[in-house]
């Protein structure tokens, strides 16, 4: 497993009524809600380590810090973007950001850790036993 500093990501979605803050629980507004924001952030993240891992590898969010600068209305397109900024062990860190037609809407940093896949669902399976 080899990432590099610098590799980048993208990801994009349209702003519908299913994503807004009044239809996710995340506010009233007929806006872009911030989860849909940090699970697109997450998006572009992820999707960019995809070709850095070995087969049975995966990665998963393990924090976010974002700022919401904007709000976008139904209608418009979120594109976000992310930057690995530092690689220590299985644990990737990002900066990302993203943007609407206006401009940038959102920014922050995400990190991920690199699991193999089998492993981190039987433990979790284990949950089920253990309670």
Do not use: W
């Not at 990801?11 to 994503?19: D, H, K, N, Y």
């Not at 993240?45 to 998963?60: H, I, M």
């Not at 974002?66 to 900066?95: I, M």
């Amino acid at each position: 497993m080899s990432i590099p500093i610098g590799l980048k990501g993208e990801a994009s979605a349209p702003v519908t009524q299913a994503s807004t803050a009044a239809s996710m629980g995340s506010g009233t507004l007929p806006v872009f809600a911030t989860p849909a924001m940090a699970a697109l952030m997450e998006q572009a993240a992820y999707t960019s380590l995809l070709p850095c891992l070995e087969p049975g590898q995966g990665s998963v969010g393990t924090a976010l810090t974002l700022t919401h600068l904007s709000a976008t209305p139904v209608g418009l397109t979120v594109r976000a973007e992310s930057e690995v900024t530092q690689v220590d062990g299985r644990t990737v860190t990002f900066q990302v950001a993203a943007y609407d037609q206006a401009g940038l809407i959102g920014q922050g940093t995400h990190q991920r850790v690199i699991i193999q896949e089998d492993r981190f669902l039987a433990k979790a399976e284990r949950k089920k036993e253990e309670n």
